[in-house]
């Protein structure tokens, strides 16, 4: 059920109603509604791992009961670390099993030991990085006492499921959203006008750019053999702009969604595309991923190998860097994108520049100055070139973009750059210079003040962006990326 769909929007208006007149001053009937919501949500996506789900919640629930109430450090690690295998041993089943499973045949098959191993047929639940990943924070939360375990399983199931974010995130932190489920929430006009708001700028850009320029890009990479190389290269900057466009949008209608349901989740985006080196683009792209990392792999990598100097940097920064690669699915060009994504912290380690923010510069007119332009526009250069592996089925297909790409066709024109690519780039560029001129906002059209007279302009700019999302838009065709992670 996209949020693009009509069926989400007789879902949502479904539950919004009875939230807001029956829910209105019960915490239980609201907490009790987005509970069955949520799980009537995933369910109609995948009814047959609804049972998974909530078996994984029933036993992460009593694990944080159980470490809450452990005074002995030994018992809380305990009950911690099994926790943490049962989250992992969830993910390496479902999502990675049958990849062990080829890769191990495959390598006995090149030193001449042929076997019979064969892969099996595991249906892989949606959305499992992302609760998963939510589970395994939990009794790690818990067990760090950054906060206490939670007695209301409901509370606790609707942290796991809520059907904002269960599909493609953001992955929220248990203490800052399990709390917010603790008192009745009250609508106000305000965060109604603020998350109506956000959804039509997620709606603008996935319906608009993102799905309008799929078909394209797809065309390109299923028939690379016939196009030149500067067309595979357009294509994959195309294809970063497209992935932009369709998670930042869906995490955009996400907050949207909860922010009328009076809940705030987590940010996922913080315009990365203005970000001038690698370090800071993978902090302000899809955070609450690169965050949980941080958290529970660089951090502690760190500290362990912190008397090995730049090295140790090094070292757990590539580690955290192919797990993010990893995470994305089983598939050896997600570990080598990851592993390319680490290499390239190298020179800001060696700088010393790792824990330095980077301050621009404007012009007169307030945009960015030509040197912190062109050092935004490498940066978008060295993650595009990383593509060429996130967008692969396999490292074949990589390398056969790569070979179409290094030979003389590379100076001639794109073959696709029609006028509805270019119609397309130009919304795009729109879009960023919104963004450019709004990026001390959550979000680029997000209003400064609620009074009527204020509203009446973003009022407008909504019916615009409607008119292009109705008129020009590919409403409901595609699926959002990330559903796939």
Not at 133 to 154: D, H, P
Not at 219 to 242: D, R
Not at 314 to 332: K, S
Not at 466 to 481: D, H, M, T, W, Y
Request: charged content about 15%; some cysteine; glycine content about 8%.
């Amino acid at each position: 059920m996209l949020f693009t769909s009509y069926r989400f929007l007789l879902f949502f208006t479904s539950l919004f109603v009875l939230y807001w007149i029956f829910g209105r001053k019960s915490v239980k009937v609201q907490n009790g509604l987005l509970l069955v919501f949520s799980y009537l949500f995933y369910g109609i996506a995948e009814w047959r791992m609804l049972p998974l789900l909530i078996v994984a919640t029933i036993v992460f629930y009593w694990l944080g009961i159980k470490i809450d109430k452990s005074n002995n450090i030994h018992s809380r690690k305990i009950f911690t670390h099994i926790g943490v295998l049962l989250g992992i041993g969830v993910l390496l089943y479902f999502k990675y099993f049958n990849f062990f499973i080829e890769s191990f045949a495959y390598f006995f098959d090149t030193i001449g030991i042929h076997t019979n191993i064969h892969t099996f047929n595991i249906l892989m639940p949606l959305g499992v990085s992302y609760f998963t990943f939510k589970l395994i924070s939990y009794v790690l939360e818990v067990e760090r006492w950054k906060m206490e375990a939670t007695k209301n399983f409901v509370d606790f199931a609707v942290y796991v499921s809520f059907f904002p974010t269960i599909m493609a995130g953001p992955i929220d932190r248990p203490n800052k959203f399990i709390p917010q489920l603790q008192s009745p929430r009250v609508f106000s006009i305000e965060s109604g006008i603020d998350g109506g708001q956000q959804i039509i700028w997620g709606l603008f850009k996935k319906v608009l750019i993102a799905d309008n320029l799929s078909p394209i890009i797809d065309g390109v990479w299923e028939n690379m053999s016939n196009y030149s190389g500067s067309t595979l290269v357009f294509a994959l900057f195309l294809y970063t702009i497209q992935m932009y466009a369709d998670f930042s949008g869906y995490s955009d209608m996400a907050i949207g969604v909860s922010k009328l349901l009076g809940i705030r989740i987590a940010k996922n985006f913080n315009y990365p595309f203005f970000a001038t080196n690698i370090k800071e683009f993978w902090q302000r792209w899809h955070i609450s991923l690169t965050g949980w990392l941080t958290d529970y792999v660089f951090t502690p990598l760190h500290i362990r190998f912190r008397d090995l100097g730049n090295f140790g940097m090094i070292l757990a920064i590539i580690i955290n860097m192919v797990l993010v690669g990893m995470w994305h699915g089983a598939n050896w060009t997600y570990a080598v994108f990851g592993l390319y994504q680490g290499l390239l912290f190298i020179p800001i380690i060696l700088k010393g520049k790792m824990h330095k923010k980077q301050k621009l510069q404007t012009t007169i007119l307030g945009l960015p100055k030509f040197v912190d332009i062109c050092k935004m526009f490498g940066v978008v250069c060295l993650y595009a070139i990383g593509i060429i592996l996130f967008r692969a089925e396999n490292l074949g297909q990589s390398w056969e973009m790569i070979r179409g790409i290094c030979n003389l066709s590379i100076f001639s024109l794109p073959q696709i750059l029609t006028h509805k690519v270019q119609w397309l780039l130009s919304v795009f560029f729109i879009l960023v210079i919104t963004e450019w001129y709004n990026r001390d906002r959550e979000y680029a059209i997000q209003p400064l003040s609620y009074s009527l007279k204020s509203i009446i302009p973003y009022i407008l700019i909504d019916y615009i962006l409607l008119f292009f999302v109705i008129f020009k838009g590919n409403v409901g065709a595609n699926s959002f990326i990330y559903f796939q992670f």
